[in-house]
C-alpha cells in the first residue's frame, strides 16, 4: 500500500533542493580578489562622488572598520570621541544623612477573603437555609453552624450573611441574594 508524501514533505524537499543547487553554483567568494565599498552620496551636488576603496587582502579588521570622515579629511571630532575617559562623567558624591528607622508594632492578623459563594436559600420550619459552594463542594448551612472549623455563621440581616472567622475573631458579611 503506498502513501502520498504529504503537501508540506513536498515542499520541504523542493526548498531543499533548491538550496542545495544555490549552493553548488553560486559564485566562488575567494574570486573576487577583495570587497568594494559602496559609495558614498555626495553632500551637495557640486561635490563629486568619493571612489570606491577596495579593501586590501590580508587588511586587518582594524583598517577595515577604521572610522573615516565622509569628505575624506580627517575628523579630530571622531578621535575626540573615542577617546580614553571622553565619556566618563564624574557623579556628585552625596552624604548619606542618617535616618532613623521606623518601628512598627507588631500587624494584626487579618482574616482571607471569604472562601464561600452564595448558590441559594430556602424557608425550612421558620428557619432560613442557606446553599453555599465552597472548595467545589456545596453546603447547606443555618444560623449558629460552623463551616470548616474556620467560620461560624452568627446572622441574616435582608441579603447579608455575616461570618466570624474563627482564628482571628474578625467578622465578614456576605451577599446571598434575594429572598427565594
Known amino acids: 500500500m503506498s502513501r502520498k508524501p504529504h503537501r508540506k514533505h513536498l515542499l520541504l ?4 533542493v533548491a538550496t542545495l543547487a544555490a549552493a553548488y553554483w553560486s559564485p566562488d ?3 573576487d580578489g577583495g ?5 558614498r552620496p555626495a553632500r551637495n551636488a ?7 576603496r577596495p ?14 570622515s565622509r569628505d575624506g579629511e580627517a575628523d579630530d571630532r571622531a578621535e575626540a570621541l573615542f577617546a580614553p575617559g571622553a565619556w566618563q562623567v564624574d557623579a556628585p558624591v552625596a552624604k548619606a544623612e542618617p535616618v532613623a528607622p521606623v518601628i ?3 500587624v494584626a492578623p487579618q482574616a482571607p477573603p471569604l472562601p464561600f459563594r452564595a448558590i441559594g436559600r430556602y424557608e425550612e420550619d421558620g428557619t432560613t437555609v442557606f446553599f453555599l459552594q465552597h472548595n467545589e463542594r456545596g453546603i447547606v448551612v443555618r444560623v449558629g453552624d460552623t463551616i470548616a472549623e474556620q467560620y461560624k455563621v452568627e446572622s441574616v440581616q435582608g441579603n447579608l450573611l455575616t461570618l466570624t472567622h474563627l482564628p482571628t475573631n474578625q467578622t465578614q458579611t456576605l451577599d446571598v441574594g434575594g429572598t427565594s
Open 13 to 16: 524537499g523542493l526548498a531543499l
Open 29 to 31: 567568494p575567494a574570486a
Open 35 to 39: 570587497v568594494l565599498l559602496a559609495e
Open 46 to 52: 557640486t561635490q563629486a562622488p568619493a571612489p570606491a
Open 55 to 68: 579593501v586590501v587582502k590580508g587588511a586587518t579588521a582594524a583598517e577595515v572598520l577604521e572610522i573615516r
Open 104 to 106: 512598627q508594632g507588631p
